[in-house]
Every structure is written in structure tokens, then in C-alpha cells.
């Protein structure tokens, strides 16, 4: 077939060939749609139209365009709406015009036969293509359309065209056997007869199958190479845009939208992207033109991409686009522009604030969108806003059937929650998502310290549930995340519950959290009272490196702030006792050494002093006979102004020098 005929069979592939939407308009109409020139889409529903009529006026309108050839876009509508209904009726009008004069519409009429091909038809072509007196381009054509036909009687006619006069129609029908067929054997008349005795006996279901499973495999091979040249145009397309001066950059993105491979129109909203802070205000009005008309692209993706995109242009126009698109858009569309919008409406300036009073009641209204991934966009926007208004929304969204618009608004008010909405997110600790728990124990901790006090009331609840969550949700993250709450919003009154969680039976998390939140409260209520309680506890308890756990994060946390320095020094000495109780004399010394250093009444002396004595003790007991004398050098100094302790610190030197143990 001709380079003409080429394109013109391309052009029919890429024609609107969607099915007309509403009723159909009347015939009058109709026919003046199919022969408007100015609205392609018109034509094409048109044809559809008309072929769907069965009524003999339709058929008229039909014939009389396939008749008047003159008209490329009519017959390209009407042979197109054709091959989509595989409506034999006009296969006369069809052969008369591949057989016409018109070259033009001889391709289309060609492939539109083939696709129709019955018998009679194949009988039809046969004459064409057999007929000395036919024009060669017709014959080129019958043969054509009848290697694309599919049938095994086209291959007995094709097979004849191998021994014709002209070349050129051998050479056709080679090329038309191959394309039936799938096998290569160009001009070899004996390959092609033997192949025909191996496959002349096959039935119609048997040859059907067999072209099925060629054709298959040549469409799979065909979108392969497409591939392949799509990824070659995509990696071109970048090698030029990196090459391009930066000042022709705006340009050349501005001209992509119009680009056929979607890949590439894809780079352009990425390019644009890139480009937006960099350049002028006329370059910043060059890219959102841009992105405004890729956020209508055929191709969703791009269309989303370019909605998102959006987002970033602070123009009139874009947050009006995205207005409209998150009330008409596909699903995808409609959720990217929620976040666009909300993303317009970020920041604490007067505009961002005035942006938001539009933003926040459109987001609103999104929350009854039917579309859950829409709902679920708007309400984790409306928690990034942080607004006010935001809290009550969201909380209601937590009674929503679906999941995940549940646990969606729970991660949002995460980071939004306040003292009001404090009653509904206790309610919502019933859900039976561990997701949706796990978020609103942390809305909780926000709420309860968002700088307003809870009433007394409030707090009892509060502490009430997170108390009964931490000992009874089925779930251990739920119950390690409880903890951690309780330790930020509880006090000394929930001790005893994260105490029974860290002795029970739990799970790892469960009781790390739990012993996390435990040494929060106690270190939060700077309390020597309460430290030397909890000191004794986990003595009792036999708990002993928990309680060097305890003593040694008091000790750190006190010591560095001036208004609990005394505490620190209480927690010092608590931690220096327990060490001695445990033998731990080495890691005792520093922080005796530390205590000797401050000053203190004489029955704070005496006690240091006997734990020095004690850690040289233990030291020379170990046969650290070098660190049990230096003790006794350390106490020299102190031990002037406590003469009682002398004589033990004498008689521990004798030993430390003698070489053996008290």
C-alpha cells in the first residue's frame, strides 16, 4: 500500500470512535453533523448514530456519503462507525469505492472490507484482484484487503496471485500472504504450496485459532517495539531539554502539551515543575498555562500530575481550576485537587489565611464525596491545615463506615486536636480498627496538651481510659502506645497501673513503654518523696538494675536544670546506695567523688563517707587493693572534720597494704 494510504489508515485508527452519549438527534440533524467540517467529534457521533438507525432514510444518508467520496472526513466517520458495529449493509458502496477512482479513500474502504470479509466479499475481491483489465492500484488494494481478511478461502485467491503477469501484484499478494499468515517466504511459489498442502485441511475453527494465536503474538511483539520507541522519544526528549539554553527552556515546555506520546507530556509537567521558582513573573504565567491545560489531559496520570502541580501556582486561575476539578473531576482528579487546594492555603500570611477561609469549606464538602480516596485526601488535608474548624469535621468522620476515611482522620487529628473535641476522641477508642486506636491515643496527647487546662473531670476521664486501654486492648500496640500517653499526660496516680504492665507477663513493647512512661512521670513530678517510694518499690521487687535505671535517668534530668539541682543530688545519693547494695563499688565511686565535692550538714558527711568506706571495702574484697587505698586518700580530707569514722578507714588501709580482705 502506498506512504498515502499509510497515513490515511492512520489517521482512521486515532478518530473519535467513542459511543454518542443521550439520545440521538433527529434525522436533519444528523446528516448536518456528519458533513460539519469544523467539530470532528460531531462527524464521528453522527456516523455512530446513523449506523445504529435501521430505518431506510438512515441507510439513504449513509449510502449517499460513502457514495460521495469527495469527502475524506465523512467516509473516514462513516467506514470507521461501520467496522465498529461490523455492519455488512454497505459492502456494495464499499467495493464501488475501492474500486473507484478516488485514491484517497481506497485504503479506508479496503480495510473496512477486510474487516467485514464473508465469502461473498472474498468471491468480490477475488474478481478485482483477478481481472487483467482492474487498475493496478486497485488490485494492490483487493490483495491487501484480503490478507487482512483473517479467512482461509482469501489464502486460495492469494496463492493464484503468485503466478500473475505483473509483478506487482505478486509482489502484493507475497506481502499479503505473510501478513495473513505470518510466514516469510516472500516470492517462493513451491514453499508457499507445500505450506497450503500442510494447512489446506483445517477447518475454520482450526485456521481461526492458528491466525488468533499469530496475531496475538505480532500484537504483543508490535507494543513491545512501541515500547521500546516510546522510552527512545522519552530519553531524546530529555537529552534536548538539558541541552537547551536555560531561557529556552519556558519555550520548549510550553510547546509539549501538544505532544501525541503521553511519556512525554509527563516530562513536561515535571519540567514545568522545575522551572516555576526559577523564572519571571511572564514565565510564571507561560507555566501555568501549561499545567492548566495538562490538568485536562486524556491521560489521567498526567491529568492528576498537573492537578498536583497546581498546588504550587498561587494564580487566580489555578485555585478556580481546581475548584471545578474537585467538584467534576474523575475520583483520582477530584482527590489531587483537594490536596492542590490545600496546599495553596499552607502558611500564616494574610493571603494564606484568606486562601484558607475558601479552602477549608470546599475540603469540608469533599467529606461527602462518594469516592472514599476522595474523603480520605480531604480530611487528612483538613488536619495538615491545622484550622480550627478542622476538629469537629474530623471527628465526626470517625463514626464513617469506611476504614480508612476512619483511620485517615484519626492520623490527622494527630496533629490538631484540641481540649473540645476530647469526649469524641475518647468515644472513638471503641473502633475496631488498631489503626484508628493507635492514632487517636496520640490525638488524645495532643489534646491534653495543647496549652488549655483540662477541668478536672476531663482529666479523670482521660486518665480513666487510658488507663483501661493500656490493661485491657487486645492489641500491643495499642497498649504500648497508652503508656507512652499516660507517661506524657499522667501523674503519680497512674504509676501503679504502668507498674503492674511492667511486671506483668506483656509483650517486649508493651512493658518498655509502659517502664518509659513510668520514669517520665516520676522525673516530671520532681518529687524526692516520690523518687525514694518508687526507690524502695523496685527494691522490694527485687528489681535491682530497673532501680539503677530509675536513680540514673533522675540523677541526668535533675542535674541540668538550677531549680532541681538539690533533687539531683537526692537522686545522686539514692543511685550511690543502690549501686553499694549491688556491689557495683566502681561504678558508686565517680559519683561519691561528686557528693564529697558538695558542700552538706555534717549527717550528709557522715553518710557519704560510710559509702566510700564501703565501696573500699567492696574494692578490696575484689582484691583492688589500689582502689580500696584510694579511698581511704579521699576520705583523709573529709574525715578532719568527722574524726569518728577515722579508725574504720585506718584499719581498712592496714588491710588494703596487707594484702588481704576486711
Request: charged content about 25%; aromatic content about 4%.
Amino acid at each position: 500500500m502506498s506512504q498515502a494510504g499509510v497515513l490515511l489508515l492512520a489517521l482512521a485508527s486515532v478518530w473519535p470512535s467513542h459511543e454518542p452519549a443521550g439520545p440521538p438527534p433527529d434525522l436533519p440533524q444528523l446528516r448536518e453533523m456528519l458533513y460539519d467540517r469544523q467539530s470532528l467529534v460531531q462527524q464521528c457521533s453522527a456516523a455512530h448514530w446513523l449506523v445504529q438507525k435501521r430505518d431506510e432514510d438512515a441507510v439513504a444518508v449513509i449510502r449517499q456519503g460513502l457514495r460521495q467520496t469527495d469527502s475524506i472526513e465523512v467516509f473516514i466517520a462513516l467506514t470507521a462507525a461501520i467496522r465498529g458495529a461490523r455492519d455488512g449493509r454497505f459492502c456494495d458502496e464499499l467495493l464501488a469505492a475501492l474500486a473507484g477512482p478516488r485514491a484517497n479513500v481506497r485504503p479506508l474502504a479496503a480495510e473496512t472490507l477486510a474487516a467485514l470479509a464473508t465469502d461473498a466479499v472474498i468471491l468480490r475481491l477475488q474478481g478485482l484482484a483477478e481481472d487483467a483489465k482492474t487498475d493496478l492500484a486497485v488490485c494492490q488494494a483487493a490483495v491487501w484487503a484480503l490478507g487482512r481478511s483473517g479467512r482461509k478461502s482469501a489464502a486460495v485467491v492469494l496463492l493464484d496471485r503468485l503466478a500473475d503477469d505483473r509483478e506487482t501484484v505478486r509482489r502484493a499478494a507475497a506481502d499479503a500472504l505473510t501478513d495473513l499468515t505470518g510466514e516469510t517466504y516472500g516470492s517462493d511459489v513451491p514453499r508457499w504450496r507445500a505450506w497450503w498442502k500442510q494447512n489446506k485441511d483445517l477447518s475454520n475453527e482450526c485456521w481461526l485459532e492458528a491466525r488468533l494465536a499469530f496475531q496475538a503474538q505480532r500484537a504483543r511483539r508490535l507494543e513491545g517495539d512501541l515500547e521500546r520507541a516510546r522510552a527512545q522519544v522519552v530519553r531524546l526528549q530529555q537529552q534536548l531539554y538539558n541541552r537547551l539554553p536555560a531561557a529556552d527552556r519556558v519555550g520548549y515546555v510550553q510547546s509539549l502539551p501538544d505532544q501525541e506520546d503521553s511519556a512525554v507530556r509527563a516530562l513536561a509537567v515535571g519540567w514545568a515543575l522545575d522551572l516555576l521558582p526559577a523564572v519571571d513573573v511572564l514565565g510564571q504565567k507561560v507555566i501555568a498555562d501549561v499545567l492548566l491545560r495538562l490538568s485536562g489531559d486524556g491521560s489521567l496520570d498526567i491529568q492528576r500530575a498537573a492537578v498536583l502541580a497546581l498546588g504550587r501556582v498561587s494564580e487566580a486561575r489555578a485555585f478556580d481550576r481546581l475548584s471545578r476539578l474537585l467538584r467534576r473531576g474523575a475520583p483520582p482528579v477530584r482527590a489531587a485537587a483537594a490536596r492542590a487546594l490545600a496546599q495553596q492555603a499552607q502558611g500564616t500570611g494574610p493571603e494564606a489565611l484568606a486562601r484558607q477561609r475558601q479552602v477549608v469549606p470546599a475540603l469540608q464538602k469533599a467529606l461527602d464525596d462518594p469516592a472514599v480516596e476522595v474523603v480520605v485526601e480531604a480530611a487528612e488535608d483538613l488536619g495538615g491545615l491545622g484550622v480550627p474548624e478542622a476538629g469537629p469535621v474530623l471527628t465526626a468522620l470517625l463514626r464513617h463506615p469506611s476504614e480508612a476515611v476512619r483511620q485517615t482522620a484519626a492520623q490527622a487529628l494527630e496533629r490538631g486536636a484540641d481540649a473540645g473535641i476530647l469526649d469524641s476522641l475518647l468515644d472513638g477508642l471503641d473502633d475496631s480498627a488498631v489503626s484508628v486506636r493507635f492514632s487517636l491515643l496520640g490525638a488524645l496527647a495532643h489534646a491534653a496538651c495543647d496549652g488549655k487546662s483540662l477541668s478536672d473531670a476531663q482529666k479523670d476521664k482521660l486518665l480513666g481510659r487510658l488507663e483501661t486501654a493500656l490493661l485491657r486492648d487486645a492489641d500491643p500496640g495499642v497498649r504500648s502506645r497508652a503508656a507512652t500517653v499516660l507517661g506524657e499526660v499522667g501523674g503519680a496516680p497512674a504509676l501503679p497501673a504502668l507498674w503492674k504492665r511492667v511486671q506483668a507477663g506483656e509483650d517486649t513493647r508493651v512493658q518498655d513503654k509502659a517502664w518509659t512512661a513510668l520514669v517520665e512521670i516520676v522525673a516530671r513530678a520532681g518529687s524526692a518523696s516520690l523518687m525514694q517510694e518508687w526507690d524502695r518499690t523496685l527494691a522490694d521487687a527485687k528489681q535491682g538494675q530497673r532501680r539503677l535505671l530509675l536513680l540514673a535517668e533522675l540523677h541526668a534530668r535533675w542535674g541540668k536544670k538550677e531549680e532541681t539541682r538539690p533533687l539531683a543530688d537526692a537522686a545522686c545519693e539514692g543511685l550511690v546506695q543502690a549501686q553499694l547494695d549491688q556491689g557495683k563499688w566502681s561504678a558508686a565511686l565517680p559519683h561519691l567523688r561528686e557528693l564529697l565535692a558538695r558542700p552538706g550538714a555534717d549527717a550528709d558527711l557522715d553518710r557519704r563517707l560510710r559509702w566510700l568506706l564501703t565501696a573500699g571495702e567492696q574494692a578490696l574484697k575484689e582484691g583492688n587493693r589500689a582502689e580500696a587505698l584510694r579511698a581511704v586518700r579521699e576520705a583523709q580530707a573529709p574525715l578532719a572534720r568527722r574524726a569518728a569514722l577515722a579508725a574504720d578507714f585506718e584499719k581498712l588501709e592496714k588491710l588494703a597494704k596487707q594484702g588481704s580482705g576486711p
